[in-house]
């Protein structure tokens, strides 16, 4: 994903979308390769904003995106993309940085600077832009859709530019000087001595922006005779039947600020000035002074749905009378994030739909497990031969949903199962174990949750399945991790968890630990690893300088590997419910296929992110 720098004004008249393009220029001109990504909003809530910035983003792939954006949302916005902060201000204005992280604020751009200005401001000052009146010049026909003038005469209306407005009231005499390139004239329609004067100085090469007639009086014919070569040559005729006072109010009104899209030349004027009053030396460093980049929690929903999108897998959800099942599986559905199957009896989840006000999608499988069962007995006896079990003892166990469905897996007749929503973690995960068993490489299943912090998503494991595992059974619940963190676009950087940090104390606990991070540098040297580690070292960049020195990981960690079932189940809910964040899982890793298991509470969104979990893990199988 692109670098973002979020272009934020500190108030209005600043000019920050004409200082966004400008900024691009600059880095262009760097050899850097930038874009500016503007967004029309049609939605006005947070999370709603933030999606849109999200999916834009995901389908740029320059260097740097330049965004500018006046929303309320700014400082949400600037940690939901990982973005840095960059203000646009003039030398009136004040800037309030405080509703931002510290680390995000490169600086502030000061635009609009007159050389009588004096300021100062706490930021660095990436830029002084000098105010250029030139680069106010509109073009003439920029007025017409903002005000009600008719046209006597085209002539050049297209690429003559306004530079000034002059009201003409005067005898001729005392406003011969003001008629020059660039002037609108505005002046009464019968005021002909001022419509000959301006006809005489356009043929004698002074190229005015045009003529505005007001009052209603129009140019009689023995006059216009007399004007014919001047329209001739170009000189545009405006007209309205507004006097010429209230129509001074109204060009007042214009924003001359603004540039239309289709004027490519003022806007390469514009460009070129700003970028030339940008500082290049930081353009030229941005690149080495990054922030360390997280995958935040927007991004990562974002990401999921996306990757469950393009692989589009087949997911078994065996509990399929429970209402938010049903739910969940619809919307995974209607988004394209699967396609879904249901155990169930199709009248009875076409009314529980119906309650809901929900229609069942076609991609939406109803099976009845009741009239398939028996056709897998003998594939359940042959799974199951090493334990000598009976077609009779198999037909009693596909009597389970559950393990019918691990049956279905097993067979390849879909390619993940979800459940768990009405059934404990054990009685999924056993026939999980018994019927898809564990990869070849994998000598134990074990589980994580991404926790969807404030900045970033990071990955805690084992909090769910091992209750006390030996230090090779550690090791390979780190490597596990590690690959998930890696398959849903975080960069694996493992902390193993103890009460000590490396060789601050000793015990039993801690040497589980230590060997455990040799068996991972032995068997996986690919991974990015260390401890042990306290939490708080493994988390908290400024106590990782205090504690661990020197260590890639502490600090920066983004999988947090804890000792026992006991220390990461207790802390994934410490953490869950103290800091109020979303947590995706369990998911389970190092089955053949994959089985997810839910929480008996699960919210209907957390049963369609497992959906899209399971088949981003499925399509990784094939």
Request: proline share 5%; net charge neutral; charged share 25%.
């Amino acid at each position: 994903m692109p670098t973002v720098i979020l272009i934020v004004p500190t108030g209005v008249g600043t000019g920050f979308s004409s200082v966004a393009t400008g900024l691009v220029h600059a880095f262009l001109s760097q050899g850097i390769m930038a874009k500016e990504l503007s967004l029309s909003i049609s939605d006005e809530r947070e999370d709603h904003v933030i999606d849109q910035f999200i999916q834009a983003i995901h389908k740029e792939k320059e260097d740097v995106l330049v965004i500018p954006s006046s929303s309320i949302f700014n400082p949400q916005i600037a940690l939901a993309l990982d973005a840095h902060v960059i203000f646009v201000t003039t030398p009136q204005q004040k800037i309030h940085a405080h509703e931002y992280d510290k680390h995000r604020v490169l600086g502030c751009i000061v635009n609009k600077v007159k050389q009588k200005d004096q300021f100062k401001f706490e930021l660095p000052i990436l830029g002084q832009i000098p105010w250029k009146e030139d680069l106010l010049a509109f073009r003439l026909k920029d007025l017409l859709p903002h005000t009600k003038l008719d046209v006597l005469n085209d002539g050049d209306i297209q690429t003559r530019r306004v530079s000034s407005i002059l009201i003409a009231d005067k005898l001729v005499g005392h406003m011969l000087d003001a008629i020059k390139p660039g002037s609108l004239i505005v002046f009464s329609g019968d005021r002909v001595d001022i419509l000959l004067a301006i006809c005489l100085a356009e043929l004698r090469g002074i190229k005015v922006a045009g003529i505005l007639l007001t009052s209603g009086f129009k140019i009689p014919k023995e006059v216009y005779g007399l004007c014919e070569k001047a329209f001739s040559s170009g000189l545009p005729a405006l007209f309205t039947d507004e006097d010429s006072f209230t129509t001074s109010l109204k060009l007042d009104k214009f924003n001359r600020f603004i540039i239309p899209v289709d004027d490519l030349e003022r806007k390469a004027l514009s460009q070129k000035h700003i970028a030339e009053h940008i500082h290049t030396t930081w353009i030229k460093d941005f690149p080495n002074k990054q922030i360390e980049r997280h995958l935040t929690p927007a991004a990562f929903r974002f990401s999921l749905m996306e990757k469950a999108k393009k692989h589009m897998r087949h997911i078994l959800l065996p509990e399929g009378s429970d209402v938010r099942i049903i739910e969940a599986s619809i919307i995974a559905c209607m988004k394209g994030i699967a396609n879904v199957s249901l155990f169930g009896k199709k009248e009875e989840i076409h009314r529980l739909s119906q309650s809901m006000g929900l229609d069942i999608p076609k991609n939406l499988t109803i099976i009845d497990p009741d009239k398939i069962r028996d056709q897998y007995i003998e594939d359940l006896v042959y799974i199951r031969r090493h334990r000598n079990i009976t077609p009779k003892m198999a037909s009693e166990f596909l009597e389970n949903n559950i393990i019918l469905a691990m049956v279905l897996l097993h067979k390849g007749v879909v390619d993940g199962v979800v459940a768990g929503a009405n059934t404990p973690t054990a009685d999924v995960i056993r026939p999980a174990l018994q019927i898809i068993k564990t990869k070849p490489d994998c000598p134990l299943v074990s589980s994580i949750f991404f926790m969807c912090l404030e900045t970033q998503v990071l990955v805690y494991g084992d909090c769910a399945v091992n209750t006390n595992p030996s230090f090779d059974q550690l090791g390979e619940i780190a490597i596990q991790s590690a690959d998930s963190a890696k398959l849903f676009g975080i960069e694996p950087k493992v902390a193993m968890i103890s009460y000590s940090t490396l060789q601050s104390g000793s015990g039993e606990d801690v040497e589980k630990v230590r060997k455990a991070i040799d068996y991972i540098k032995q068997k996986r040297p690919d991974i990015l690893v260390d401890g042990p580690l306290q939490y708080d070292a493994a988390y908290n960049e400024s106590i990782a300088v205090k504690k661990a020195k020197g260590s890639k990981v502490a600090g920066h960690a983004t999988v947090f590997i804890f000792p026992d079932l006991n220390t990461g189940n207790t802390t994934y809910k410490a953490v869950q419910q103290s800091a109020q964040i979303y947590a995706f899982g369990p998911m389970l890793q190092g089955l053949n296929k994959p089985v997810n298991d839910l929480s008996r509470g699960a919210l209907v969104e957390d049963i369609v992110y497992t959906i899209a979990l399971t088949s981003i893990q499925s399509s990784k199988n094939q």
